[in-house]
């Protein structure tokens, strides 16, 4: 089955400065890779989502990009804010697989002032 | 518009006895995901359904079952409860079965003593 990996598993930024977490997936076959925020006792709350047909996806400070080769996907938050303090995670779904997410492990971000 | 909700938010059992979480998708979904989530750790699927019939399981024992209705809720089922299924439980619904968004519910937090 699909497997996925996330990386930090904790990440501190200065206000202001960009965060990048990574995930890598092992199935070539995955085509949906969402990205959720999830804050302390709160739900999952998905923030972008990219299909495997395209390279990147942007949308204001938040960007994600995909290289189908080397089956890894990126997050990159810019000039963070102290309400982007959260765990994030990443997923992965395989074609034809219906919504079954395969998450990762998470990353906890803190962001300091 | 609500969201997805779920009912109870929290509640504890004793080894051995049985439990029924709730969940109604979001309006205008017609389907729903069920996800175990450990503390500290990425969501994991449980199964899937949609037209009232379970379409993917993941790998979790018989001891958890569930149900849909006509009108798309849907029932959790742990039977024999075991301290290790103690975590958060989250509903997520979507419209149709491949690839669209999720929408998470704030979870069921279920605690066996």
Known sequence: ?113 | DAGVTQSPTHLIKTRGQQVTLRCSPKSGHDTVSWYQQALGQGPQFIFQYYEEEERQRGNFPDRFSGHQFPNYSSELNVNALLLGDSALYLCASSFGRNNSPLHFGNGTRLTVT
């Open chain 1, 1 to 113: 089955g699909e497997n996925v990996e996330q990386h930090p598993s904790t990440l501190s930024v200065q206000e202001g400065d960009s965060a990048v977490i990574k995930c890598t997936y092992s199935d070539s076959a995955s085509n949906y890779f969402p990205w959720y925020k999830q804050e302390l006792g709160k739900r999952p709350q998905l923030i972008i989502d990219i299909r495997s047909n395209v390279g990147e996806k942007k949308d204001q400070r938040i960007a994600v990009t995909l290289n189908k080769t080397a089956k890894h996907f990126s997050l990159h938050i810019t000039e963070t804010q102290p309400e982007d303090s959260a765990v994030y995670f990443c997923a992965a779904s395989l074609t034809g697989g219906g919504n079954k997410l395969t998450f990762g492990t998470g990353t906890q971000l803190k962001v300091e002032l």
